[in-house]
């Protein structure tokens, strides 16, 4: 899976106002952080973020679609979904996008 660090140095600088948010290499991808919380995922030029039962019905009504990889050939679904094109285009809404998702990792702790 090829990566785009440009992508990722981009979507560090949406993110800036968000406060300590990292990126940080794994298993072909990038893990998009925010202190030790995971919120996120770079796969190609595509970000990923944290859902749960609580925000995934916001991901699902736009139709976007869940992170996926394949291990011995069979389709491995993790809870992320991909973000919504605007997001990607605007700082305040990709706020608020990162405020859900962070907020589905914190879930996902208990």
């Not at 140095?9 to 794994?26: C, Q, T």
């Not at 990038?30 to 990923?48: K, N, P, Q, S």
């Not at 019905?57 to 050939?73: P, Q």
């Amino acid at each position: 899976m090829a990566q785009c660090p440009e992508f990722v140095s981009y979507l560090m600088e949406l993110l800036a106002p968000f406060g300590d948010v990292r990126a940080k290499r794994m298993f072909g991808a990038y893990g998009i952080f925010r202190g030790d919380l995971m919120f996120g995922i770079v796969a190609g030029e595509t970000l990923y973020l944290k859902g749960d039962d609580v925000n995934r019905t916001d991901f699902e009504a736009r139709g976007l679609e869940r992170f996926v990889y394949y291990k011995k050939g069979k389709p491995m679904y993790l809870s992320y979904y991909q973000a919504p094109e605007e997001a990607l285009d605007n700082s305040g809404d990709m706020l608020a996008w990162a405020e859900k998702s962070f907020a589905a990792a914190i879930r996902s702790q208990r």
